[in-house]
Every structure is written in structure tokens, then in C-alpha cells.
């Protein structure tokens, strides 16, 4: 097991099952670092408890070693492979790592983006169908950027080596809509990485817990 | 030598940005929509669309906000903390909030009608979230100013809503009259060399 950057204080991710908590749980186990994993429930969120830690009211979030508290999910898988570096990222400032850092920031600003969009678009009423139909069709477009990239160049988003990009990766594909399954039978690379992904032995539990 | 693919007040603002602060030779080409849009311009940015920015050993990346995190770490000591600290971290949170938050809240604003199959029709009301989505977002960056993003220190991600904040709709003066912190952010950035040439290279 590694140490905290800070020691004595452990981490604690703050999530639901399948959420956007899953992408950092998976790091947190695959780099073997210390962490509580605290299971929130809608009423949770709400309690002034949880607004002490985060005054924002944001799942997922991540306590640090130190207290601070960090929102973002790709914020804090990047921070991971900062804070341990050697296994799931190139070296910090590398022409490597800049491609790694572009990965992480395409899937969350536009993919992950995109995919709330399904949800938000529109001011809460009716006619979601349409924005909804779109919103569906720019994540397939987009994931399609990916699976090229897969093509070119895989099996990892960034080759021969894997990275915490994959498993970010693979948390998206949990959203897609009308199913995985379908994104999968479209996107074979994706599916592939996926696959390998899942049966990485390390992500076992964390997976069972998610139920995926 | 860096080089710079973009448009003039887009999102290559924040990377030139970066560039000029950090005194690193760069060149920077202006690239039309329809020539973004090529099989030539695409193998820089799949996504057809400005910036990206090819790195001295001829590596291409795209994301802006990525492009300007990788430009302090490999840079280090100015403009962000120590890759692997914890202040590190909050600036990588604030980096992910305005490219995942904020920048995808525009782009809904002033694009409203690609977010839907029925186009212009929904595009009224998506603007109108979308401009309430601003409002939200921009209501938690006022919070987090002390007087900078993180706390006392500069850093690349004020540049990086500093960008931002003069796409606001109508004017950027119309947001800094609602947000007293944010409307002194920027006075202050407006004011450093590197940003005021990039400003005025980008009317």
C-alpha cells in the first residue's frame, strides 16, 4: 500500500453506485491507496453534515488526506495519478501526459457534458424528447471519436499502456443510452477495452459494489 | 516550437494565454470554420473544431483546458501548484468545473439550436436554462474568489475564467456588475503584458 500524500489523514470518496464516484473508486483501488468509500443517499446529500464537507451539495466529492474537499471526477483521478505517480499515467509534463490530460478533459467537458444533457437541457418540462434525441445522438458521435482513436491505436486510449483514462472510459459506457449493449455492439474498441477493464482483478469488489 | 491553431476571441484565448505568460516561443495560426471542419485540420482536433496545439516534439492535443494544464506542468513554479499537492488538486477542480461546467454551458447559450432534433423550436427554451446555468455557475466561481481561484496565488485558472467572462452576453461588463470579485479579477489580469497583448492580438 502506498502512503497518503499527507499522512495520517485517508481519503474519502463520496458517491452512488454507478455515478460519477465510480471513475475515482476505481482509481483509488487500482493504485492500492488508502480511502473510505462513504455510500451517500438523496437525503444525505441534503443534510448539513454533508454541506460541511461540501457546500456545494456535489456527489461525487473527494476529501483529501489533508481535509480539503475537490468536486470533478476527472479533477480527482488526475490528482490521483499526480499525487502516485508511476502506474496509471505518463510522467506529469511529458507530451504523454498532455494527451492523457486531453482524454480526460474530452470525455468530462464534452462527453460527460453531453450525457447530463440528456436530463438538462431543457427548463424541466415536456418537450425533452427532441433534446433528448440529440443529446443521444452527439454522445454516440462523440464516443465514435474515441473508438477511432482505439483503432489507430489501442488497445488503451493511450496504446500500449493503460492508464486511469480507461477506466473513466468505461464508467461513460455505463450511462449510454438506450444501453450499453448497444453502444458496445456499435463500437467494438470500446467494447474491448471494456471488457478488460472489467476483469482487471483489482476492480473486483468496487465493481460488485456498483453493480456493474 | 509551440504551435497554436485557433480563432480570434475562442477558445485558443486562454492557451495563448499561457504561452505569452510563460515567455515560450510559439506560432499561432488562425484556422477558417470551413478548414476546421477538413481531413487535414482534423487529424489536429478530431472534433473539427479550434483549438489545439501542437507541442515542440510534434505531438497534437486539443481541449483547451487540457492544453493549458499540461503548459503549467510542464512549466513549472508560475502559474499552478505542484503537480500531486492538494492546492494542485483544487486547481485541477476549478480547470474541469469552467471547461465541463461553464465553457459547455456557453457553447448550449449561443448554440441552442443544435441541442435538440427539433432545432429552433426548443432553442428558445434551452437558451433560457442555459442562461440560468450561467448564472449558477458563475454565482459558485464568485464564492470560490479569494481574491484568486486559489486563495492568495495567482494562477492559470483565473486566465482561464478570465476567458470566459468576456463571452457573457451582452457584454462582459453586464456579468462584472453582478459579480464585484470576479469584475476585479479581471481588472487586475487585464493589466499583466502578457495578457493585455493576447487581448488586443484577438479583437
Same mark, same amino acid.
Given at each position: 500500500?502506498?502512503?497518503?500524500?499527507?499522512?495520517?489523514? &485517508?481519503?474519502?470518496?463520496?458517491?452512488?453506485?454507478?455515478?460519477?464516484?465510480?471513475?475515482? *473508486?476505481?482509481?483509488?483501488? /487500482?493504485?492500492?491507496?488508502?480511502?473510505?468509500?462513504?455510500?451517500?443517499? &438523496?437525503?444525505?446529500?441534503?443534510?448539513?453534515?454533508?454541506?460541511?464537507?461540501?457546500?456545494?451539495?456535489?456527489?461525487?466529492?473527494? *476529501?483529501?488526506?489533508?481535509?480539503?474537499?475537490?468536486?470533478?471526477?476527472?479533477?480527482?483521478?488526475?490528482?490521483?495519478?499526480?499525487?502516485?505517480?508511476?502506474?496509471?499515467?505518463?510522467?506529469?509534463?511529458?507530451?504523454?501526459?498532455?494527451?492523457?490530460?486531453?482524454?480526460?478533459?474530452?470525455?468530462?467537458?464534452?462527453?460527460?457534458?453531453?450525457?447530463?444533457?440528456? /436530463?438538462?437541457?431543457?427548463?424541466?418540462?415536456?418537450?425533452?424528447?427532441?433534446? *433528448?434525441?440529440?443529446? /443521444?445522438?452527439?454522445?454516440?458521435?462523440?464516443?465514435?471519436?474515441?473508438?477511432?482513436?482505439?483503432?489507430?491505436?489501442?488497445?488503451?486510449?493511450?496504446? /500500449?499502456?493503460?492508464? =486511469?483514462?480507461?477506466?473513466?472510459?468505461?464508467?461513460?459506457?455505463?450511462?449510454?443510452?438506450?444501453?450499453?449493449?448497444?453502444?458496445?455492439?456499435?463500437?467494438? &474498441?470500446?467494447?474491448?477495452?471494456?471488457?478488460?477493464?472489467?476483469?482487471?482483478?483489482?476492480?473486483?469488489? =468496487?465493481?460488485?459494489?456498483?453493480?456493474? | 516550437?509551440?504551435?497554436?491553431?485557433?480563432?480570434?476571441?475562442?477558445?485558443?484565448?486562454?492557451?495563448?494565454?499561457?504561452?505569452?505568460?510563460?515567455?515560450?516561443?510559439?506560432?499561432?495560426?488562425?484556422?477558417?470554420?470551413?478548414?476546421?471542419?477538413?481531413?487535414?485540420?482534423?487529424?489536429?482536433? %478530431?472534433?473539427?473544431?479550434?483549438?489545439?496545439?501542437?507541442?515542440?516534439?510534434?505531438?497534437?492535443?486539443?481541449?483547451?483546458?487540457?492544453?493549458?494544464?499540461?503548459?503549467?506542468?510542464?512549466? %513549472?513554479?508560475?502559474?499552478?501548484?505542484?503537480?500531486?499537492? $492538494?492546492?494542485?488538486?483544487?486547481? !485541477? #477542480?476549478?480547470?474541469?468545473?469552467?471547461?465541463?461546467?461553464?465553457?459547455?454551458? @456557453?457553447?448550449?447559450?449561443? @448554440?441552442?439550436?443544435?441541442?435538440?432534433?427539433?432545432?429552433?423550436?426548443?432553442?428558445?427554451?434551452?437558451?433560457? #436554462?442555459?442562461?440560468?446555468?450561467? #448564472?449558477?455557475?458563475?454565482?459558485?466561481?464568485?464564492?470560490?474568489?479569494? %481574491?484568486?481561484? !486559489?486563495?492568495?496565488?495567482?494562477?492559470?485558472?483565473?486566465?482561464?475564467?478570465?476567458?470566459?467572462?468576456?463571452?457573457?452576453?451582452?457584454?462582459?461588463?453586464? !456579468?462584472? +456588475? +453582478?459579480? %464585484? +470579485?470576479?469584475?476585479?479579477?479581471?481588472?487586475?489580469? $487585464?493589466?499583466?503584458?502578457?495578457?493585455?497583448?493576447?487581448?488586443? $492580438?484577438?479583437?
Amino acid at each position: 500500500m502506498s502512503d497518503s500524500p499527507s499522512k495520517g489523514g &485517508r481519503y474519502r470518496l463520496f458517491g452512488f453506485p454507478r455515478w460519477g464516484s465510480l471513475a475515482p *473508486q476505481l482509481v483509488l483501488e /487500482e493504485l492500492e491507496v488508502h480511502h473510505d468509500m462513504v455510500w451517500m443517499t &438523496r437525503e444525505a446529500i441534503k443534510a448539513p453534515t454533508y454541506r460541511a464537507i461540501n457546500p456545494l451539495g456535489y456527489v461525487p466529492a473527494l *476529501q483529501l488526506p489533508d481535509g480539503r474537499v475537490i468536486i470533478e471526477s476527472s479533477a480527482m483521478v488526475q490528482h490521483l495519478t499526480n499525487a502516485h505517480p508511476g502506474r496509471l499515467a505518463p510522467p506529469v509534463g511529458s507530451g504523454d501526459d498532455a494527451i492523457y490530460i486531453q482524454w480526460l478533459t474530452f470525455m468530462n467537458a464534452e462527453v460527460y457534458a453531453t450525457i447530463n444533457c440528456y /436530463e438538462h437541457f431543457l427548463d424541466g418540462a415536456s418537450e425533452t424528447k427532441a433534446a *433528448q434525441a440529440r443529446a /443521444e445522438a452527439k454522445v454516440t458521435e462523440l464516443f465514435g471519436i474515441l473508438d477511432d482513436v482505439l483503432a489507430s491505436g489501442g488497445p488503451w486510449l493511450l496504446g /500500449e499502456h493503460y492508464s =486511469a483514462a480507461d477506466p473513466y472510459l468505461f464508467m461513460l459506457t455505463q450511462w449510454h443510452r438506450p444501453s450499453k449493449e448497444a453502444l458496445y455492439a456499435r463500437y467494438p &474498441r470500446i467494447a474491448a477495452l471494456c471488457a478488460a477493464v472489467k476483469a482487471r482483478p483489482k476492480l473486483q469488489a =468496487a465493481l460488485q459494489a456498483n453493480g456493474v | 516550437m509551440y504551435k497554436l491553431f485557433g480563432r480570434p476571441g475562442s477558445g485558443s484565448v486562454a492557451p495563448q494565454m499561457l504561452l505569452e505568460e510563460l515567455g515560450v516561443p510559439y506560432e499561432l495560426t488562425w484556422v477558417d470554420p470551413t478548414v476546421a471542419q477538413g481531413a487535414e485540420y482534423r487529424r489536429l482536433n %478530431p472534433t473539427g473544431k479550434v483549438p489545439a496545439l501542437v507541442l515542440p516534439d510534434g505531438e497534437a492535443m486539443f481541449e483547451s483546458a487540457a492544453m493549458v494544464v499540461h503548459l503549467t506542468d510542464s512549466h %513549472p513554479g508560475a502559474l499552478a501548484p505542484k503537480p500531486g499537492t $492538494a492546492a494542485h488538486a483544487k486547481y !485541477l #477542480q476549478w480547470m474541469f468545473f469552467l471547461s465541463a461546467t461553464l465553457y459547455e454551458t @456557453y457553447l448550449r447559450f449561443y @448554440y441552442a439550436d443544435r441541442y435538440s432534433s427539433a432545432g429552433q423550436d426548443d432553442a428558445a427554451r434551452i437558451k433560457a #436554462q442555459a442562461g440560468s446555468d450561467l #448564472q449558477m455557475a458563475f454565482g459558485i466561481l464568485e464564492d470560490g474568489l479569494h %481574491p484568486y481561484l !486559489l486563495g492568495k496565488e495567482i494562477s492559470a485558472a483565473d486566465l482561464y475564467l478570465f476567458m470566459l467572462s468576456t463571452w457573457y452576453h451582452p457584454s462582459a461588463d453586464e !456579468l462584472y +456588475r +453582478r459579480y %464585484p +470579485r470576479l469584475s476585479t479579477l479581471a481588472k487586475t489580469l $487585464a493589466q499583466r503584458p502578457a495578457v493585455a497583448k493576447v487581448m488586443a $492580438a484577438n479583437v
